[in-house]
């Protein structure tokens, strides 16, 4: 009703006339635009076409629903005079029911002719150009004024035949009574007739000429606007690819192609309409004629899109699936199916695609799988072909330069087949490139081709050749790429912050200074995946990955709401801790492990000071057996999240009940619960039945120092069948005991027995 609303605000600047004659009063009057203005906005009149008979049921179902509305209106007004205008609206379009094609076609040329004209006011008021090459429907109104163009050009040439219908009955006439002027009077009445008949002659003959003429010049400047309305359509078409491609990276990308279909098609049918009127004048135009077939060409080779892209890594004998798209599917000529076939090609290859004639003769790889027929979805309206279970047997790959590795060469799927057009004498021959792919044989190599993926989609321009990417990008690209990567991939809307921005500039470029501007250095692809960060045995790519992977798996919410402080320097950590209280304490990832996340807490120096701890990192493995919200809670000295949040506030929700093993055989039941360790000497304290064991690792101190997070392990005092024997059961064999404490003959130990063995 969108535009119902905005041609409400024109009609008070618009001529009578104007309104008149856009609302045919016999045919569709405005009250039924007036009445109907949501319900018409919602269907879809673009389908339509006179030509197009299979429509016609389509169109009479409209036409009746229209009937039916307007009689149900009308019996719902209290105005006499309302009611009454309805009802002869409703029986006056009963005159369409012979011909609902028309009707169709009528209430589509009026839905475009409103576009134009808001168009057209629109491009008034701000006295800007009428088409905005990012807007589509901004290039669809362009569309609609091309549509009139062509009725305009079918209107001047019904014209010119009646003029040379008359013309040609004044001739005739002129003719017989030219014979019969001999020995006349000059002031005869019949000599008068002549005369007048010949300057009438005259007059059509001029007016004919002017006609053709003008209808020729509205021809080229339809066949201009063709040309630069395709020229368009093509732009965008590459656009959305390159789109399609950014979104890797978590840029925003709107999929839908119906919008663009509808573009292909119209364009397709103006030029086609085109082509009819340039053969109707009475001397063929071949220039126009070539040029039309020419944009024809074009616009069908360029309507082809790989609408699902396979994935970009690709693992040699692993199935994958991939689905190409032809916009114009409901054009093609009626026979045999359209097959697509899929090879895969080089880099190489990529770039010469546009130079050769024919598909390239060099098979670099086996395809399992290759071929897809095109189908049409009459319910979406699209016709695809999918490639359901392709998969890659094997490659033969390029003699690699240097340091270059098989992760950093790039492939893609060619897809490619001929198809004929209704309306075409001749088939085309239509081909797409899917995205850059990276072929691996083994997932060890994932990371480091999924790091030349994510480099060839962040910094690709829109029309290179294939697949050419910079040496080196700006750092702010590169801040860009990896928080619009971080937040795609942990599905989250918080972003990373000035902080953490400063901090992974510290970590690529090994620059620990806090105050260092890394704004205007650039950043080459060795520092990203192929140099190992300073006294790491992984690259920036891999750490980086491995903090996304933990954090969508594990951290997602914590991190959404804030709680988790990211990436930070222990310089910088230092600086912002330094004055806090004990036992305040942030989250951070890990700098010296893959995939690890950390506490840094305050905690009381031996001098009576304060000292900034950090905890051994926690991997996915550790937040699999127990999560980051339970581990929080169970270590006591954590008490406020920086700056000051109680601990309690703002973690209880994360708090989940703890596992307790289920008690069998007269075991006591157990639950863990973390600790840490901050000297060497780990205290085993028992009273009664309660006892706090070491469990999870052997050691007290990590490799980097980080004290230990431990679990402390505890377990009903009472049995679990009264009067039986019992011995608490632990969750990790051997961190508690010694294999053979845990034997059956050892089960009859006492407490004495036990602290014994544990302290030889």
Not at 123 to 142: F, G, R, W, Y
Not at 301 to 320: A, E, G, M, R, Y
Not at 587 to 606: H, N, Q
Not at 706 to 729: I, K, L, R
Request: hydrophobic share 35%; with cysteine; net charge negative.
């Amino acid at each position: 009703m969108a535009q119902w609303t905005q041609m409400n605000q024109l009609f008070q600047y618009m001529p009578t006339q104007t309104v008149t004659d856009l609302y045919p009063a016999a045919a569709f009057p405005i009250e039924v635009r007036y009445f109907l203005a949501e319900w018409i906005e919602e269907q879809r009149w673009e389908d339509f076409e006179l030509e197009n008979v299979e429509q016609a049921g389509k169109a009479q179902d409209l036409l009746e629903q229209i009937i039916n509305i307007l009689q149900n209106l009308a019996h719902q007004k209290p105005n006499v005079v309302e009611r009454m205008r309805l009802m002869h609206i409703s029986r006056n379009m009963n005159i369409f029911r012979q011909e609902p094609l028309q009707f169709g076609v009528m209430v589509r040329d009026i839905l475009r002719k409103e576009r134009v004209l808001l168009s057209n006011a629109s491009s008034q008021a701000s006295n800007q150009p009428l088409v905005s090459p990012d807007s589509v429907a901004t290039n669809m109104c362009d569309v609609d004024q091309l549509v009139l163009k062509v009725l305009e050009i079918q209107d001047r040439r019904q014209k010119i035949h009646q003029l040379q219908e008359e013309l040609n009955w004044e001739r005739q006439n002129f003719e017989s009574l030219q014979g019969q002027q001999n020995g006349l009077d000059p002031k005869n009445a019949e000599l008068q007739k002549l005369k007048k008949l010949q300057s009438n002659i005259q007059k059509l003959e001029f007016n004919l000429q002017a006609m053709v003429k003008n209808r020729f010049q509205i021809l080229q400047e339809a066949a201009d606007c063709l040309d630069r309305c395709q020229m368009r359509l093509i732009t965008r078409l590459k656009a959305w690819r390159w789109e399609q491609n950014q979104s890797t990276i978590g840029h925003p990308f709107d999929d839908n192609l119906s919008p663009l279909q509808t573009w292909c098609e119209q364009l397709l049918g103006v030029n086609g309409k085109l082509r009819q009127e340039g053969m109707l004048v009475g001397e063929p135009i071949p220039e126009l004629l070539e040029r039309l077939a020419r944009l024809q060409q074009a616009l069908i080779q360029s309507c082809l899109l790989v609408d699902k892209q396979p994935p970009q890594v690709i693992k040699t004998q692993s199935k994958f699936s991939t689905t190409v798209r032809y916009l114009l599917g409901e054009k093609m000529a009626p026979g045999k199916p359209v097959v697509f076939k899929a090879q895969i090609i080089t880099e190489a290859q990529a770039r010469n695609l546009g130079q050769l004639a024919n598909l390239p003769s060099e098979n670099v790889g086996e395809l399992i799988n290759n071929t897809a027929i095109l189908e049409n979805n009459s319910v979406t309206r699209s016709t695809c072909a999918t490639f359901r279970h392709m998969s890659i047997k094997k490659i033969k790959r390029a003699d690699r330069k240097g340091s270059e590795s098989v992760t950093e060469e790039k492939f893609a799927l060619l897809f490619s087949t001929e198809i004929t057009i209704t309306g075409c004498d001749t088939p085309y021959r239509i081909q797409m490139i899917s995205v850059p792919v990276v072929i691996i044989v083994h997932g060890s190599q994932d990371n480091n081709a999924l790091a030349t993926i994510i480099w060839d989609c962040a910094f690709s321009e829109p029309d290179r050749i294939p697949f050419v990417v910079p040496e080196r990008v700006p750092w702010k690209k590169m801040c860009i790429t990896l928080n619009s990567k971080f937040m795609c991939e942990v599905q989250t809307k918080h972003c990373l912050d000035q902080y953490n921005q400063h901090f992974l500039a510290q970590k690529i470029f090994d620059n620990p200074d806090i105050s260092e501007d890394f704004s205007n250095l650039l950043v080459s692809w060795g520092q990203f995946n192929k140099e190992v960060l300073p006294g790491r045995q992984f690259t920036f790519w891999q750490w980086f990955e491995g903090v996304m992977e933990l954090s969508k798996k594990h951290l997602r919410d914590y991190w959404t709401e804030g709680l988790i402080f990211g990436f930070i320097g222990k310089q910088h950590l230092h600086l912002i801790l330094k004055d806090r209280p004990n036992g305040t304490f942030l989250l951070r990832f890990s700098d010296s492990e893959i995939g690890g996340i950390t506490i840094a807490y305050v905690a009381p120096s031996e001098n009576g000071g304060q000292k900034i701890q950090n905890i051994q990192p926690f991997t996915k493995k550790d937040l699999e057996i127990r999560c980051l919200g339970n581990r929080i809670g169970d270590i006591k000295h954590l008490t406020l999240l920086y700056p000051d949040f109680p601990k309690h506030d703002v973690f209880r929700k994360y708090y989940t009940e703890d596992p307790v093993t289920s008690a069998k055989g007269g075991y006591l039941s157990t639950t863990l619960q973390t600790i840490v360790t901050t000297t060497e000497a780990d205290a085993v304290s028992l009273s009664g039945l309660s006892m706090t064991p070491r469990c999870e690792t052997p050691q007290d101190h990590s490799p980097h120092g980080y004290p230990m997070p431990q679990f402390q392990t505890s377990f009903s005092p009472e049995p679990s069948v009264q009067g039986a024997e019992f011995v608490p059961e632990f969750s990790d064999p051997g961190a508690l005991f010694p294999g053979d404490l845990v034997q059956p003959e050892n089960m009859d130990m006492d407490i004495e027995d036990i602290l014994q063995r544990l302290g030889n």
